[in-house]
């Protein structure tokens, strides 16, 4: 647009020893500008929702009514002190044989309101106002996912009440420490709504409102289908690949709930669905038939079975038919089931004369497979080409999910997919939660969410291993006692590579015996990080296709390389952990749990790479971080920062003059040299720590700008000159801002970044600086700073 002027962004990215990118920033955090006019608010229609309202909801209190807070604010928060209401922040799915807790926690915490108090200071300091920023209800919190077993529920009511989950929150968004009110209500679905509705009354002094169980379905998979990255994956011959879902492109969708029974269920939107199909042969069939052909005890113990089977000594083959020969003639391999249990028809044998472990796997294919093609032909029927699975009766277990998908490929001839969900144990007690009327998810898209995995007994190997645990003391003594510190890391549990199978089949079963634990595929499910306020960077071209890490942790070799390198720099991050804590007995107790509980998330990680869902360096070096804050070590390297801010910040003045006597093009390449040479000091680099015993900061920097030869591997400087300072004919460009995205403390920011924005500031520009929110590594946050900055000024 004429006479519009330009912005600029220069990215200062984090490079490792041979000068690979190591991460991009995908999302950052940009305050957003409220918008015209006010929100909606008239009533919505009836009917307009499919979530039954209960009866027994009680009215607006408004006896006592107060107002929180500032009077002056544009939307105060009104105390009710009297009302009743539903206990908002909780729900479960209580099914036969598991119990599926969701629950939610606030992140106003000391900590988050000492923040917020050094942020108002900060805009005080520099003379900035909030202005017109809008101001977000929700500020965010966790969503946690636990289970249970359903015969141990005793233990789910103690940890409800040792957390407080049955009191309402307060207004800081904690849990009240005021008793329940009688009318207090707790949002359950599944049978066990009702079989326990007395026993919550009676240990929690709760009411129970019932949610229907195919409504809570579908709107937990919509919701964790537009809400979670790469939520879907597929399985096919023991390999799993996460998709990406365009929830623009999400309906309709076929939704195959697999417990006792199977019912399939046509999705077409939120809250509109349809009951399509089913059939009586599910999971309740596997476990009844298998309980009584293997005398197995548990549907575990079944799955568990079926790993060491072998189908063919019990299933009649195409090939036992035809002498060992495929019947080409209509396309079906000698490998093809052609009768499951046909052969017990032709041998002269009695039960026990058969292993239990090939009953089992015989059964499984049976039904799965049957499964299956019923899905496939419902599917069909709509002309719909996505079809997702869930239900008690998958699990995570890696030859349930190859043999439905196998048989959804098959029929379709590849034109449809069998699909599966991460978080699919929880669709009942998700819907569930989101059936309150204020349960705050509304409008979360995929960017607000970022899912973190903490370490404990009910997380480890996507196994139920106890209760889960209360406090820091609990989950210390918990690593002390069960997790050994210092897992060696030698190479990936060796995978067996896909293979061609044969139509009806596997020639040889991929997903069982020595190649892949049973429960290899279980996903670990962590907590959802609900961010409101975190945004796509508004410049990417194509937000939805932008992948910020730039290194495939998919391919095993890389995967080795870097879990080798984190975990042969594990002991020294743990001396610095505990130093920053000063060295204190406690500081050591917890940097030992670290040590054990980190070691265990590699060791899982090398096991099965997929167990945390799609990973790359980014999320790998994240998770490394939330384990560390985990333990309460809020910043490793504090010391180390605090130090090389204060080296960097004495010998500023002296580049300052360096550069101010430069003419204007050569200052502009030094300046980006500059740029370049600071960033290695990095101390995820193992190059970059073996520097500091060689010189000082200045003269380390000043080596490496000398190195920073051109042609760099990525190379517009003569563009950004030209753009800068003009050429020939055209005129500088005017930028109105430029965004500098800051990445280490000390010489990073102090010697590069901070003379490069001076430079834009004498030219007029507007310049931001973006950085971290959470400490990693040497890393510079956005809290730490204005205080640089001030610094800095004080010589310039």
Same mark, same amino acid.
């Given at each position: 647009?004429?006479?519009?002027?330009?912005?600029?962004?220069?990215?200062?990215?984090?490079?490792?020893?041979?000068?690979?990118?190591?991460?991009?920033?995908?999302?950052?955090?940009?305050?957003?500008?409220?918008?015209?006019?006010?929100?909606d608010m008239s009533p919505q229609p009836a009917g307009s929702s499919s979530f039954h309202r209960s009866s027994s909801r009680p009215q607006l209190d408004l006896s006592g009514a107060a107002i929180q807070g500032n009077f002056e604010d544009r939307n105060p928060t009104i105390l009710l002190p009297n009302q009743s209401d539903d206990i908002s922040h909780l729900a479960l799915d209580i099914g036969g044989s598991l119990i599926k807790l969701v629950y939610f926690s606030r992140h106003e915490d000391k900590s988050r309101l000492s923040h917020d108090k050094r942020k108002s200071s900060i805009r005080q300091r520099l003379g900035?106002?909030?202005?017109?920023?809008?101001?977000?209800?929700?500020?965010?919190?966790?969503?946690?996912?636990?289970?249970?077993?359903?015969?141990?529920?005793?233990?789910c009511l103690d940890f409800i009440k040792s957390k407080q989950l049955h009191r309402g929150m307060d207004s800081q968004g904690s849990p009240s420490e005021s008793p329940p009110n009688e009318n207090a209500i707790i949002k359950v679905t599944g049978g066990g709504a009702y079989k326990f509705a007395d026993l919550f009354k009676e240990r929690l002094g709760v009411n129970i409102d019932k949610e229907g169980e195919m409504d809570c379905l579908v709107a937990g998979s919509n919701f964790l289908l537009k809400a979670i990255r790469h939520e879907a994956f597929t399985h096919m011959e023991g390999q799993k690949e996460f998709v990406q879902i365009d929830h623009n492109d999400l309906y309709p969708y076929i939704l195959v709930n697999i417990g006792s029974g199977v019912s399939m269920i046509k999705v077409d939107g939120d809250g509109k669905f349809e009951r399509v199909s089913g059939t009586n042969v599910g999971g309740g069939t596997y476990w009844g038939l298998g309980k009584l052909l293997t005398k197995c005890r548990s549907f575990d113990e079944l799955l568990e079975l079926s790993q060491r089977g072998d189908n063919r000594a019990i299933d009649m083959l195409v090939g036992d038919i035809y002498g060992g020969l495929d019947y080409s003639k209509i396309g079906l391999s000698a490998s093809t089931i052609a009768s499951s249990f046909g052969k017990a028809i032709t041998e002269n044998k009695e039960l026990e004369d058969y292993r239990p472990e090939d009953i089992s796997l015989s059964l499984l294919r049976m039904i799965s497979y049957n499964i299956g093609q019923i899905s496939y032909l419902n599917a069909l029927r709509f002309g719909i080409k996505r079809i997702f699975f869930g239900g008690f009766f998958i699990r995570g277990h890696a030859y349930t999910m190859d043999t439905i998908s196998f048989a959804v490929h098959f029929w379709s001839k590849g034109d449809m997919q069998a699909l599966f969900l991460r978080h699919e144990g929880f669709l009942g007690a998700l819907g569930a939660f989101m059936s309150y009327e204020k349960h705050g998810l509304d409008g979360l898209m995929v960017h607000h969410l970022v899912e973190r995995f903490p370490m404990g007994a009910p997380y480890v190997g996507g196994k139920i291993h106890g209760p889960p645990l209360g406090n820091l003391n609990e989950k210390i003594s918990w690593m002390e006692k069960f997790v050994q510190k210092?897992?060696?890391?030698?190479?990936?549990?060796?995978?067996i590579l896909p293979a061609t199978t044969g139509l009806g089949g596997f020639e040889v079963p991929l997903s069982k015996g020595e190649s892949l634990r049973s429960d290899?595929?279980?996903?670990?499910?962590?907590?959802?990080?609900?961010?409101?306020?975190?945004?796509?960077?508004?410049?990417?071209?194509?937000?939805?296709?932008? +992948?910020?890490?730039?290194?495939?942790?998919?391919?095993?070799?890389?995967? +080795?390389?870097?879990?080798?390198?984190?975990?042969?720099?594990?002991?020294?991050?743990?001396?610095?952990?505990?130093?920053?804590e000063g060295g204190t007995d406690d500081a050591k107790r917890r940097g030992d749990a670290f040590a054990r509980a980190f070691s265990a998330h590699l060791a899982r990680l090398m096991e099965e790479p997929a167990a945390y869902g799609k990973l790359g360096l980014a999320n790998l070096l994240?998770?490394?971080?939330?384990?560390?804050?985990?333990?309460?070590?809020?910043d490793a390297y504090r010391s180390i920062k605090q130090r090389e801010n204060e080296a960097s910040l004495d010998v500023l003045p002296d580049l300052l003059l360096e550069l101010d006597s430069m003419s204007e093009e050569a200052r502009l390449l030094t300046l980006i040299e500059g740029v370049l040479a600071a960033n290695i000091f990095d101390w995820g680099s193992r190059a970059c720590v073996d520097l500091y015993h060689k010189g000082t900061i200045i003269e380390i920097y000043r080596m490496s700008r000398k190195k920073m030869q051109r042609p760099w591997r990525v190379d517009d400087f003569d563009r950004f000159k030209d753009r800068m300072l003009g050429s020939g004919d055209k005129k500088p460009h005017k930028h109105k801002r430029a965004l500098l995205f800051v990445d280490n403390s000390g010489a990073d920011i102090v010697l590069g970044m901070l003379p490069l924005a001076r430079e834009l500031l004498r030219r007029g520009t507007e310049v931001v600086l973006v950085a971290n929110s959470l400490p990693a590594l040497n890393d510079v946050t956005a809290a730490e700073i204005p205080d640089i900055v001030a610094e800095a000024a004080k010589g310039c």
């Open positions: 647009m004429a006479g519009q002027t330009e912005n600029i962004i220069i990215d200062n990215v984090k490079m490792d020893e041979v000068g690979v990118k190591k991460e991009e920033l995908a999302e950052r955090k940009v305050e957003r500008r409220e918008k015209k006019g006010e929100r900035l106002s909030n202005g017109n920023r809008r101001s977000y209800p929700i500020l965010g919190g966790r969503l946690h996912f636990v289970k249970f077993e359903t015969s141990k529920i005793n233990e210092g897992t060696e890391i030698l190479a990936p549990v060796p995978m290899a595929s279980a996903l670990n499910i962590g907590v959802l990080h609900l961010e409101p306020t975190l945004e796509v960077f508004p410049l990417l071209a194509d937000p939805k296709s932008y +992948e910020p890490n730039t290194i495939d942790l998919s391919d095993l070799s890389e995967l +080795e390389y870097w879990l080798t390198v984190l975990s042969e720099h594990l002991p020294d991050l743990v001396d610095k952990a505990v130093a920053s994240e998770l490394r971080e939330e384990c560390l804050r985990e333990f309460q070590f809020v």
